[in-house]
């Protein structure tokens, strides 16, 4: 019996990390919606943004996933720790760097606009980078927050 109560607890966690991603990241991609190249009206690219955010959810779960085999522990970022927040900042970066990267020169998918910072050499745009490496510790707070006051209500 003990094991279901645990498969419970880590399908909480995975499902209150996905869902506190997702509703962080929607409004950090509206946000930077004017560092890229629009088409259509500001309502279709708003509403675009959500299957991005959908994605930053995953990348949220790579994140996580990546974390959890090295140190071992799905509540690894209840109390992260400098070790557990450098492991987030480096995975962040690098995965948010590769889905630029490929997003933007790879398969072409979306375009800056002139006032979209960019980092040197690779040429991919600062604040999706920077996105993914503010938001996930932020993220894993508020999921580790949530999941604790839910076991006391």
């Known amino acids: 019996m003990e094991r279901s109560g645990h498969t419970a607890q880590i399908l909480a966690r995975l499902a209150a990390l996905f869902v506190i991603s997702v509703l962080l990241n929607f409004p950090w991609e509206?946000?930077?919606?004017p560092l890229y190249v629009e088409e259509g009206s500001w309502l279709e690219f708003a509403l675009h943004c959500i299957?991005?955010?959908l994605g930053d959810g995953?990348?949220?779960?790579?994140?996580?996933?990546?974390?959890w085999a090295v140190r071992g522990r799905s509540d690894w970022t209840d109390q992260p720790g400098w070790t557990a927040y450098g492991l987030m900042l480096m995975t962040g970066f690098s995965v948010a760097m590769i889905v630029e990267w490929v997003g933007f020169y790879g398969l072409n998918r979306w375009s800056y606009t002139?006032?979209?910072?960019?980092?040197?050499a690779l040429g991919i745009g600062v604040v999706p980078v920077l996105q993914m490496l503010i938001l996930p510790p932020l993220i894993f707070r508020m999921t580790g927050w949530w999941l604790a006051r839910r076991q006391w209500a």
């Open 58 to 67: 995953l990348i949220v779960m790579l994140i996580f996933g990546i974390g």
């Open 114 to 120: 002139t006032s979209m910072p960019l980092l040197p």
């Open 51 to 53: 299957i991005p955010s």
């Open 30 to 33: 509206v946000a930077q919606m």
